[in-house]
């Protein structure tokens, strides 16, 4: 059974910085693109960055780039997404994905 666990999330200042982790279980994590999608509240789903199997590429979002950064521990099954100089408009649940399949996600609220 696929499983991704996202945690890290929190309350955080504008300006501030979060690590999120993503632990995956029940697939080959290094076969996978892995990928974090965001939703924030009332608003549809954003994809965020995504990574390349071996993490030798990496790719973001206009609205995160320069301030987020995606990597992946293929040893440890995990996914991590850096985030930094948050703004107000970053608050939303962030998910990890690997493919078709989804985690729970995690809240990140950017408030003063």
């Known amino acids: 059974e696929v499983q991704l666990v996202e945690s890290g999330g929190g309350l955080v200042q504008p300006g501030g910085s979060l690590r999120l982790s993503c632990a995956a279980s029940?697939?080959?994590?290094?076969?996978?693109?892995m990928s974090w999608v965001r939703q924030a509240p009332g608003k549809g789903l954003e994809w965020v960055s995504a990574?390349?199997?071996?993490?030798?590429?990496?790719y973001y979002a206009e609205s995160v780039k320069g301030r987020f950064t995606i990597s992946r521990d293929n040893a440890k099954n995990t996914v991590y997404l850096q985030m930094n100089s948050l703004k107000y408009e970053d608050t939303a649940v962030y998910y990890c994905?690997?493919?078709?399949?989804w985690g729970r996600g995690t809240q990140v609220t950017v408030s003063s």
């Open positions: 029940g697939f080959t994590f290094d076969d996978y693109t």
């Open positions: 994905r690997a493919g078709s399949d």
């Open positions: 990574i390349s199997w071996n993490g030798g590429s990496t």
